[in-house]
């Protein structure tokens, strides 16, 4: 009996070691799938890192780079003037003229007279061509995004339309037929007349029609204060004009820069002078302007210089004065064209109490009208607002008057 009570004693101690060593088993690859899966994840973590550590790095040296080039001294701007074998005679920005190195790097076909180039300010050697050669106000008068402003949308201006049409688009789309015929076709067109009747927006709308490239800038831009940049600009304006032709350059206000030459002139005066004589040289210089259209737009008329209207700069010279009984029911139609109207309402008698008002008091007329019928919470505008807009008009148009009576007084 004692026997067999100790053979069971050593079974039972058998059977708890092997559950004792199957515990301890598991528990040790519970372990190991842990340990394997944090290895995991620090692999994962130092991958990261290691590539934060390089983004960091690339970012570090584009910022010492940044750095360096702010540290740089400047770099002189100037036009080269003639090239000699190995050397170029360059003029720079202060107007000093220089014999002076170029890069070796530089190809010598780019580096041609009238490049426009950096210079170090130390040695004024050429460092690099600058390909962008215009002036940022030049760069900035082409017109990308073409106006949304259409002929359809002018009333009252048909004669004009079809004569800045013939003079215009006719050299720029059909320039054998004036081969044929052995004429030069014009050079420029001038849009004349009191303000707010249209001028601006003919141009525009030529601008939407025509598939030429459409540079504008306003006359006073041209106004420049130191000696030379206005006409330098006029250069720019008509180099880029010829290099994109055909092309079309509308002058806004040319008066500022075309007005009459005088004997007493100021500093002031006499660069204005120079800008206008920089612009009939190249309206009717030596310079070719084949493929480049002018137009300008003025309303005084009578201060522009007689140079600048003979024919062979400003061939043709468009009026756009009040519109006439016909042509304000037309621009009042085309301002009404969206407008919910009541029946009451009237173009041809409406028109009639309109006499005398440019194309911009007509179009205020329609919009005061809107803004009180607005306020009156109607659904339509009627006869009755369209008065009310009539009265506005010609209230705040007495009171200008009598403001600009008294101011000179």
């Known amino acids: 009996m004692a026997s067999d009570a100790a053979g069971a004693s050593h079974v039972e101690d058998d059977v708890d070691s092997d559950a004792d060593i199957a515990s301890e088993i598991d528990s040790l690859k519970r372990d190991f799938e842990m340990l394997a899966d944090r290895t995991q994840t620090l692999l994962t973590e130092k991958l990261l890192l290691e590539n934060e550590i390089t983004q960091v790095s690339k970012r570090a040296g584009r910022l010492e780079e940044d750095l360096r080039h ?9 036009h080269v003037q003639d090239v000699i074998e190995d050397r170029a005679i360059v003029k720079s920005s202060n107007g000093t003229v220089f014999l002076v190195t170029y890069n070796p790097r530089i190809n010598h076909a780019d580096l041609s007279p009238g490049s426009r180039v950096t210079l170090n300010q130390d040695t004024l ?53 004036f081969s044929k015929f052995g004429i030069d076709p014009p050079r420029g067109v001038l849009l004349s007349g009191p303000p707010g009747n249209g001028k601006t927006m003919l141009a525009k709308a030529l601008a939407n029609s025509t ?3 459409f540079l504008g800038i306003v006359g006073s831009e041209l106004a420049q204060k130191y000696i030379g940049e206005g006409g330098r600009l006029v250069r720019e304006i008509f180099s880029m ?64 210089d007689k140079a600048l209207l003979r024919p062979g700069r400003f061939d043709r010279i468009i009026g756009i004065d009040v519109p006439d009984f016909e042509g304000r029911i037309s621009i009042l139609e085309i301002h009404t064209r969206n407008v919910p109207l009541d029946d009451s309402v009237d173009m041809r008698k409406l028109a009639k109490k309109c006499e005398g008002m440019s194309g911009a008091e007509l179009k205020a007329v329609v919009t005061e009208a809107g803004m009180h019928a607005i306020s009156e919470d109607k659904n339509s505008m009627s006869k009755e607002d369209l008065e009310e807009g009539v009265r506005r008009v010609l209230s705040e148009r007495s009171r200008s008057t009598e403001g600009a009576e008294a101011l000179y007084q």
């Open 70 to 78: 702010l540290k740089s001294p400047p770099l002189v701007v100037g």
């Open 241 to 304: 004009a010829r290099e994109k032709a055909p092309s079309v350059i509308f002058i806004d206000e040319i008066d500022a820069i075309g007005s009459k030459r005088l004997d007493s002139t100021t500093s002031g005066d006499r660069e204005v002078h120079r800008t206008l004589m920089q612009l009939l040289a190249e309206m009717d210089g030596f310079s070719d302007s084949e493929g480049v259209m002018v137009i300008a737009a003025t309303n005084r008329m009578e201060l522009l």
């Open 211 to 213: 598939n030429a490239t």
């Open 125 to 177: 050697s050429i460092i690099e061509i600058l390909n962008d050669g215009w002036d940022p106000l030049v760069a900035a008068s082409e017109i990308i995004h073409k106006p949304d402003t259409k002929f359809s949308m002018l009333g009252g201006l048909d004669q004009q339309i079809k004569s800045i049409r013939e003079a215009v688009e006719m050299p720029l789309l059909n320039p054998d037929a």
